[in-house]
């Protein structure tokens, strides 16, 4: 059974740029929240996905945007990138029901240079 | 808005025990979690509290008290693995269990 996947497992863009993060949750798992985590600090919660939805957001401007398709699979995306925005970003994964448990993937590593 | 709080930092000996505290404030509190992520890897699940108490798994254990906004991770009988960044987190929001982390607690296990 996989756990959470998420590609590429690190990418380089230049600012201004566009980039697409790629998510598959564990396998039962119906609900995607997506972190970016700064070097040192704790993930923050950029939004959370259920059914095709954006449930809930947290502090991040209109340049990150998602989505979630039918199999539950999601994606990020990032507009006219900033150096501010190179973290290792982290898919988790949950079931419905799940209280406070969730699976993270491996992250994804963004260099903005 | 949320805010937790967590020592920065944790040096104990193998075999020893440690405790990592955290407080927090926050409004919709549903829970806290705590999570261990060792250099370079994901976030792993540790413990849920959404009671007062204390919950065991196995060497770790977690207490809450939520009337102190406060708990803590217990670790016992330390191993050199158990060296890495440990992360408190509130569960706000109900259904969409957003979670909101502390900056984490590095833990040093030493010889």
């Known amino acids: 059974d996989a756990g959470v996947t998420q590609s590429p497992t690190h990418l380089i863009k230049t600012r201004g740029q566009q980039v697409t993060l790629r998510c598959s949750p564990k396998s039962g798992h119906d609900t995607v929240s997506w972190y970016q985590q700064a070097l040192g600090q704790g993930p923050q919660f950029i939004f959370q996905?259920?059914?095709?939805?954006?449930?809930q957001r947290g502090n991040f401007p209109d340049r990150f945007s998602g989505h979630q398709f039918p199999n539950y699979s999601s994606e990020l995306n990032v507009n006219a990138l900033l150096l501010g925005d190179s973290a290792l970003y982290l898919c988790a994964s949950k079931g419905t029901g799940d209280m406070g448990e969730q699976f993270f993937g491996p992250g994804t590593r963004l260099t903005v240079l | 808005g949320q805010s937790l709080e967590q020592p920065s930092e944790v040096t104990a000996v193998e075999g020893a025990i440690v405790q990592i505290n955290c407080t927090y404030q926050?409004?919709?509190?549903?829970?806290l979690s705590w999570y261990q992520q060792h250099d370079g890897g994901a976030p792993t699940f540790l413990s849920y509290?959404?009671?007062?108490g204390l919950e065991e798994t196995g060497r770790f254990s977690s207490f809450l008290s939520r009337s102190d906004s406060y708990g803590y991770l217990l670790l016992q009988e330390l191993q050199m693995k158990d060296s890495a960044s440990y992360f408190c987190?509130?569960?706000?929001?109900?259904?969409?269990?957003?979670?909101?982390f502390g900056t984490g607690t590095r833990l040093q296990v030493t010889l």
């Open positions: 987190a509130v569960r706000v929001g109900g259904t969409a269990s957003k979670l909101t």
């Open positions: 926050t409004s919709g509190f549903y829970g």
């Open positions: 509290n959404a009671l007062d």
């Open positions: 996905y259920y059914e095709e939805e954006e449930r």
